[in-house]
């Protein structure tokens, strides 16, 4: 029997890293041949194709580099010989990649993104566990049609609930509100539930002048303005609670939103959607009357992706309310 072909592109982040000797710190610096010698037993299950993109620490890879990603994705889950793509990446921005490409691939075939915690000099390096768990992901016919996949763990989470909730723990990966979708369990992949509301966003572009500014107590709109006054096209909010801002913060809003700038609140809260519940000033009921547009229960980094793809689309406000708050008050269509 021929075994399924899966394609893994290798992106960098701590899964290639090793501890240089010289400067006492990890950096990338494994082969994608080194990463995958240490992947024992998966060539009974599929054959790999490795692809590179590059050695790249989390941190270095923004929103154009994640849609040169998307580009490469995109040319190799086309063909025929592919089942599915895996895409190993640094785990301090994985989620906004893995978000990303969720948000504007739509294709049956399963994409999972993996990486690691510990780096190979490190003691219990979960690399290869964590590779050979995507593996068995990709090449399960139960893992179609559910979009981007993070697989950690022997943990399977959908790309747009997942955060990364630890800076150090191997389940650090976690979806807080709705649970993981599954577990890969004795190397097949078992599911639980499957992904409800997901949301596709057809475009080729993406609008990076997006700000993300995080509310805390007393604070004034100095942050707005400068975003509005620096060229923001759009400004992500994390805001206090159910959706509320300190009243200081209202008359930078109220300049963001006169000057063009599409501004979406979200809850810096780690679960639970926004919503225009309070009447006082700053509360939620007068940001949606003066223009702002509600994030749901994103969190701020996935917010302002999905802000960014749609004003790639769109810059007419009603159009843009109903990607963004798709599922909220909206149905899910564009």
């Given at each position: ?25 990890a ?26 993109f ?59 993104v ?5 780096n ?57 509100e ?9 190397d ?77 609140v ?22 949606r ?8 229960n ?28 798709q ?8």
């Amino acid at each position: 029997m021929k075994k399924p072909r899966v394609a893994i592109i290798f992106t960098g982040g701590t899964i290639s890293m090793t501890v240089d000797p010289r400067i006492g710190a990890a950096i990338p610096s494994l082969s994608n041949d080194e990463i995958m010698s240490l992947v024992t037993n998966i060539d009974k299950f599929a054959e790999i194709e490795s692809i590179d993109f590059g050695k790249l620490p989390g941190p270095h890879i923004g929103p154009s580099k994640m849609m040169e990603l998307r580009g490469l994705v995109l040319k190799t889950i086309s063909r025929d010989d592919i089942c599915g793509v895996i895409i190993t990446h640094g785990t301090d921005t994985l989620e906004e990649t893995a978000y990303l490409l969720d948000l504007s691939i739509n294709c049956e075939k399963p994409i999972v993104v993996a990486g690691a915690m510990r780096n190979s000099s490190e003691l219990g390096y979960d690399g290869p566990s964590n590779l050979a768990a995507a593996v068995c992901t990709a090449i399960s016919p139960y893992s179609k049609n559910k979009g981007v996949l993070v697989v950690m763990n022997n943990t399977v989470n959908a790309a747009g609930e997942v955060t990364k909730t630890n800076t150090l723990s191997l389940d650090t990966f976690k979806s807080l509100e709705f649970g993981a979708l599954g577990v890969v369990d004795n190397d097949r992949v078992i599911f639980h539930r499957d992904v409800i509301n997901r949301q596709y966003i057809p475009t080729d572009g993406i609008e990076t002048d997006v700000d993300l500014i995080k509310c805390a107590a007393g604070m004034d709109s100095k942050f707005i303005e400068y975003s509005v006054d620096t060229g923001a096209k759009g400004i992500v909010l994390e805001a206090l609670g159910r959706g509320n801002v300190p009243p200081k913060m209202i008359e930078g809003i109220k300049y963001a939103i006169d000057n063009g700038v599409f501004v979406v609140v979200v809850s810096r809260c780690p679960t639970g959607r926004v919503l225009d519940t309070y009447g006082y000033e700053g509360g939620g009921k007068q940001l949606r009357n003066m223009g702002i547009i509600l994030g749901g229960n994103l969190p701020g980094q996935k917010a302002r992706i999905k802000l960014m793809l749609a004003l790639s689309v769109t810059r007419d406000m009603e159009k843009l309310r109903r990607i963004m708050e798709q599922g909220e008050y909206y149905e899910n269509e564009i």
